[in-house]
């Protein structure tokens, strides 16, 4: 092959790979969060009245990567057989933001709501088994003893700090 051919070739695969790691950073995943806007643009001109702006703010849930099982001295099965998927994603989020006339006065006064998607991370419900046999037991020659099983459900952990801003601004 040709130094010149080489290259060209090597230009090519270099924008190919530029353009496509540009489109896999660019969709609504990479954000965490797809805006809803509630469009009311229709009653404030119907009813000829100033109408609140709201917005929204939906989670994209995003799955992790189990953790394997783990062995623990004195059972037979391992702990986690079962794994449990954790998934992090967050609470839905609104800005709201309505006119309120003045009492006073000409114009108009705007009370808020900001509450961002705030994120969350939790673990489905997982399952905790152990056999009805003991390990090998070195004194009835390495047969195992038994005993009753276990089972046990795993309560699903949530983590999360929601927060939210109301206030008041003006406006016309």
């Not at 099965?77 to 000409?106: F, I, K, M, N, Y």
């Amino acid at each position: 092959m040709k130094p010149s051919t080489r290259g060209t070739l090597a230009a090519v695969v270099t924008g190919v790979a530029a353009v496509i790691g540009a489109a896999a950073a660019t969709p609504a995943v990479a954000a965490g969060t797809v805006s809803v806007p509630v469009p009311l643009d229709g009653v404030e001109r119907g009813l000829n009245l100033p109408v609140p702006e709201i917005a929204g703010q939906l989670p994209v849930p995003m799955p992790g990567s189990p953790e394997g099982p783990r062995y623990v001295e004195g059972r037979l099965l391992p702990d986690g057989t079962v794994p449990q998927l954790p998934v992090s994603a967050g609470l839905p989020g609104a800005d709201v933001r309505t006119p309120l006339p003045h009492l006073l006065g000409e114009g108009f006064d705007h009370p808020g709501l900001d509450a961002p998607a705030a994120d969350l991370a939790t673990l489905p419900p997982g399952l905790s088994l152990d056999a009805p046999l003991t390990a090998p037991n070195p004194e009835h020659l390495g047969m195992p003893d038994p005993k009753l099983p276990q089972a046990a459900v795993l309560t699903p952990p949530l983590k999360t700090a929601p927060e939210a801003d109301l206030g008041m601004g003006a406006g016309a």
